[in-house]
Nanobody
Framework: QVQLVESGGGLVQAGGSLRLSCEAS????????MGWFRQAPGKDREFVAA???????TYTDSVKGRFTISRDNANNMVYLQMDSLKPEDTAVYYC????????????????????WGQGTQVTVSS
């Protein structure tokens, strides 16, 4: 079992930045692909970014060039640096993990992930 706890959300003006953190416990993260998803009111949960065990990253098109996912396996942490934030980025952001033996595996769908955090609210004002 992996327990995930997100932090770092908040209220920010458009154009500002936030850094989300995801702390994992129960297992070391080096055997897991990690992802960030978000869910706005009335909408489905959607993929934001993922990072493989080996550090390969993938992003949804709407955040490319603005968001950066990273991981620190030694400290069991995953981060999402969010710059140039827009009001449409407003959502609850979730950290997710999936066990894999594939060093390059990046998962982009909700169904591929096994473990989820409780979410952290990000609100971007215009």
């Amino acid at each position: 079992q992996v327990q995930l706890v997100e932090s770092g959300g908040g209220l920010v003006q458009a154009g500002g930045s936030l850094r989300l953190s995801c702390e994992a416990s129960g297992r070391t993260l080096n055997m897991y692909t990690m992802g960030w998803f978000r869910q706005a009111p009335g909408k489905d949960r959607e993929f934001v970014a993922a990072i493989s065990r080996g550090g390969t990253t993938t992003y949804t098109d709407s955040v490319k060039g603005r968001f950066t996912i990273s991981r620190d396996n030694a400290n069991n942490m995953v981060y999402l640096q969010m710059d140039s934030l827009k009001p449409e980025d407003t959502a609850v952001y979730y950290c997710a993990a999936v066990y894999t033996v594939n060093y390059r595996y990046t998962a982009r769908t909700v169904g591929e992930y096994q473990y989820w955090g409780q979410g952290t609210q990000v609100t971007v004002s215009s």
